[in-house]
């Protein structure tokens, strides 16, 4: 998990840039955005001491679909499926229910997905053989490849390569043009564990001698990609760093947030997010769901689903692809930011 430093921010002149934003980004009253202030909580991160720098936005009131709480089934002819929350809850299921359920008939098994709030939720779910296999994001992948056990079976082709970016995005509207120009905003990230919404622009600031307590005024864990995009796009925060996958697909899909966003950076590419089996699982079921997902693609069934998704195939997942990731989060470490 990416080490937040919970210190007091240090004490910084004055820039005249930040007396120059216009009004509406330096404050968000209630009345500008109705009822959807209404729905968010906005909870103190424990561990923090008094620092309230870095709290949490729960938008759990916003979906329809509660994360289940139940465990995986006992028995050998369920296919127990977890997805990080790389997107809020109901849009999950809605994205990823069509997949799971064409890995479960090609290997006949029933499928029943599992979701939990936090990416570290579904990597202790792998840890403890309740779930088979997982898509989760790249950030805890490199996590706990090690620690955990489990085995990356495949990874997703898109845009013809195995890699996505963090894209740093701000509302359409706003005077921002630069991470710099950032600093004294609100800022989303995603998860504690997220590379492109937390690991990457830790990174970014590090290279500035920054942390974020230091340089942001705070910031806020939305515990999933599209709800900071919705944060931005509301100008509830003032910029997020989000996975370019997931922006680019709601772009095309249905743009209703991400037109209200720009991009203004982008980082080197990381290994795209994969899809891994428990070390619970034997070797055997392993190898049939790899080839599964590796040959979905040559179906029109398979097809259909991943042009849906905005995936071109899915390919046996290499090393090499996440080294990028892996020497980030030694970097980082090493500079005591994790």
């Not at 806020?220 to 370019?244: E, P, Q």
Request: glycine share 8%.
């Amino acid at each position: 998990m990416i080490h937040i430093p919970c210190s007091q921010p240090r004490v910084r002149p004055m820039r005249p840039a930040r007396n120059e934003r216009p009004a509406t980004f330096a404050k968000h009253p209630a009345s500008r955005f109705g009822s959807i202030l209404l729905i968010m909580a906005l909870l103190v991160i424990s561990g923090c001491g008094n620092d309230d720098a870095y709290e949490t936005v729960d938008f759990s009131d916003t979906v329809a679909q509660p994360i289940p709480e139940g465990s995986a089934s006992d028995g050998d002819d369920v296919l127990n499926v977890a997805v990080g929350a790389m997107i809020s809850p109901s849009q999950t299921l809605t994205t990823y229910q069509a997949l799971v359920e064409y890995i479960g008939e090609k290997i006949g098994r029933e499928t029943r997905i599992i979701q939990r709030k936090t990416y570290g939720g579904v990597n202790a779910l792998l840890a403890t053989g309740e779930v088979d296999i997982a898509f989760i994001c790249t950030g805890p992948y490199i996590h706990g490849k090690s620690d955990i056990g489990f085995e990356a079976l495949a990874t997703p082709i898109v845009r013809g390569e195995p890699y996505y970016r963090a894209y740093l995005i701000v509302h359409q509207n706003s005077p921002f043009e630069s991470l710099e120009d950032l600093e004294g905003a609100v800022f989303a990230f995603t998860d504690p564990d997220s590379n492109t919404g937390a690991l990457v622009p830790t990174a970014w600031l590090a290279g500035m001698d920054e942390t974020p307590d230091t340089f942001f005024k705070k910031v806020h864990f939305t515990y999933s990609h599209d709800n900071a995009i919705l944060a931005v796009a509301t100008s509830l925060m003032d910029g997020a760093s989000v996975d370019g996958h997931i922006w680019e697909f709601y772009n095309e899909k249905d743009p209703v947030h991400t037109s209200k966003t720009r991009v203004i950076k982008k980082s080197r590419p990381f290994g795209s997010p994969p899809l891994v089996a428990s070390e619970f699982v034997d070797e055997d079921l392993k190898a049939r769901i790899r080839e599964v997902v590796i040959h979905m693609h040559e179906s029109e069934k398979g097809k259909q689903i991943l042009d849906n998704l905005f995936i071109d195939r899915f390919d046996a997942s290499r090393d090499e692809w996440y080294e990028e990731a892996i020497a980030l989060k030694h970097i980082l470490g090493s500079r005591g930011g994790q």
